[in-house]
């Protein structure tokens, strides 16, 4: 049932508006389309969502490893309320929400020999490793929240397999 409350948080926000209407006589037309906070509570759902995929997938990972050397930890980052970083072999990459409606990756070395390697983005040209990716919300035709990178719509698992891969890559050298 807890499921179900977050996905329709909104039918709480229309009770409220309407039980306000009521009492005071006055008519919102804005009820139900709360922007802010929408954007808000999607950008932390879309966020838990990443994290949700990248613990099941690093934890695959850390199951299939031989040695114990160079697992994948996930670290929750105090004081906020979903961001996340993954940790290995001194390698750190970090998930956190910008603002709402934006979601940064972000990739970190914590060592003197670090050296930004240029990776291929999705457009083929090379990019510094640190380059910070923007995963940001745009509106739909109704008022869904549509995920894009680089103005191109995407999908948790294709976010989860490409930012894992590289992160799994670069922390083994």
Same mark, same amino acid.
């Given at each position: 049932? &807890? ?14 508006? *309407? ?7 006055? #008519?919102?037309?804005?009820? !139900?389309?709360? @922007? *802010? ?5 999607? /950008? ?11 613990? &099941?997938?690093?934890?695959? =990972?850390? &199951?299939?490893? /031989? ?6 930890? #996930?670290?929750? #980052?105090?004081? /906020? ?13 970090? =998930?956190?929400?910008? *603002? ?7 990739? @970190? =070395?914590? !060592? ?9 983005? #999705?457009?083929?040209? @090379? ?12 509106? !739909? ?7 894009? =990178? ?19 890559? *670069?922390?083994?050298?």
């Amino acid at each position: 049932m &807890e499921k179900l409350s977050e996905k329709l948080f909104w039918i709480k926000e229309l009770v409220r508006a *309407e039980d306000q209407m009521e009492e005071s006589g006055m #008519i919102d037309l804005a009820v !139900g389309l709360d @922007n *802010e906070r929408t954007l808000i509570n999607e /950008t932390l759902r879309f966020l838990s969502e990443i994290k949700n995929q990248l613990t &099941e997938a690093a934890s695959t =990972f850390n &199951e299939l490893k /031989t040695s114990p050397l160079g697992r994948i930890k #996930i670290y929750g #980052i105090a004081k /906020t309320q979903a961001d996340f970083m993954l940790f290995r072999n001194g390698f750190k990459m970090i =998930f956190s929400m910008k *603002e709402p409606g934006v979601i940064s990756i972000r990739f @970190n =070395f914590m !060592g003197p020999n670090f050296l930004p390697t240029a990776v291929p983005s #999705i457009q083929n040209t @090379n990019t510094p490793l640190t380059e910070e990716h923007l995963i940001q919300a745009r509106k !739909g035709p109704f008022h869904e929240i549509v995920w894009t =990178f680089q103005e191109q719509p995407i999908q948790v698992a294709s976010v989860v397999r490409y930012h894992l891969t590289l992160f799994i890559k *670069e922390s083994s050298k």
